[in-house]
T-cell receptor
């Protein structure tokens, strides 16, 4: 089992462009999360999902959208990229409201 | 006061030393606690959960002090491979209530 797979690993976007960060898990777990991590800051929760078809906002959802059509996939969409969205994005999954297992991250730069 | 606070360090310790980190939290209703380890430019990985009775895993011991609202991580016989940033995580209830600390950087020196 690969656990959590994120693609791409790196991306440079121009202001106003859109992109989708992909996240796939093969553990058949219900709970999935998207976090962003800025230098010197703790991880901030963007969106989370407790199962297929169910998503909810976290602490910093503005500028992002998610969907959860299957248990395995939880893509994060940026519609109009802004420099403030330059960050490292981590997708995570878990068996419940406890520990989480993270993907390797996507380093996004918006210029 | 921040919800979760950690000393950013860095803590520079020689191999074999014992080092301890604390993490304070502000919400007395916090329910579960974890320590994660994050290597440079890598994803966080769960190190251990923190139970009310304290728990130990090899050279690592985690403790919870609810009265003073902090958790601690003790590392004995430090190894070079322990060099990383240690993140404190506090769950105050609900999926959106998981708060990560900014981390404490540990550098173990030969």
């Amino acid at each position: 089992n690969a656990g959590v797979t994120q693609t791409p690993k790196f991306r440079i976007l121009k202001i106003g462009q859109s992109m989708t960060l992909q996240c796939t898990q093969d553990m058949n777990h219900n709970y999935m999360y998207w976090y962003r991590q800025d230098p010197g800051m703790g991880l901030k929760l963007i969106y989370y999902s407790v199962g297929a078809g169910i998503t909810d906002k976290g602490e910093v959802p503005n500028g992002y959208n998610v969907s959860r059509s299957t248990t395995e996939d939880f893509p994060l969409r940026l519609e109009l990229a802004a420099p403030s969205q330059t960050s490292v994005y981590f997708c995570a999954e878990g068996v419940g409201n406890t520990e989480a297992f993270f993907g390797q991250g996507t380093r996004l730069t918006v210029v | 006061r921040k919800e979760v606070e950690q000393d950013p360090g860095p803590f520079n310790v020689p191999e074999g030393a014992t080092v301890a980190f604390n993490c304070t939290y502000s919400n007395s209703a916090s329910q579960s606690f974890f320590w994660y380890r994050q290597d440079c430019r890598k994803e966080p990985k769960l190190l251990m959960s923190v139970y009310s009775s304290g728990n130990e895993d090899g050279r690592f011991t985690a403790q919870l002090n609810r009265a003073s609202q902090y958790i601690s991580l003790l590392i004995r016989d430090s190894k070079l491979s322990d060099s990383a940033t240690y993140l404190c995580v506090v769950n105050s209830g609900g999926y959106q209530k998981v708060t990560f600390g900014t981390g404490t950087k540990l550098q173990v020196i030969p």
